[in-house]
């Protein structure tokens, strides 16, 4: 029987039982060069946004976490809408 984690919460969260996730199934769709480009980009935009402070600097800081997110993970989500994957 299937456990409760191997099913994807949908945007609603409710677990879509038709496409369950198989274990060693890769998410990484971004190459290793692109994935420490976004690191280090990530890291001057979030910086720069922690110290110009206010909305703008907020809205800097959250873009430069989500591209460390994108480069520790290997994931970019909206790489997987459009179906493009430079890892391979």
Not at 12 to 36: A, H
Not at 51 to 60: F, P, W
Request: proline residues 5%.
């Amino acid at each position: 029987m299937a456990n409760a984690t191997q099913f994807p919460m949908t945007h609603q969260g409710v677990r879509d039982l038709n496409n369950p996730v198989r274990p060693g199934r890769s998410r990484v769709n971004v190459g290793p060069n692109e994935r420490m480009a976004s690191s280090l980009g990530g890291a001057v935009l979030a910086g720069a946004g922690v110290g110009q402070g206010g909305l703008m600097g907020l809205a800097l800081a959250v873009l430069g976490a989500s591209l460390i997110y994108r480069g520790q993970t290997g994931h970019c989500s909206l790489y997987s809408a459009a179906g493009v994957n430079t890892a391979k």
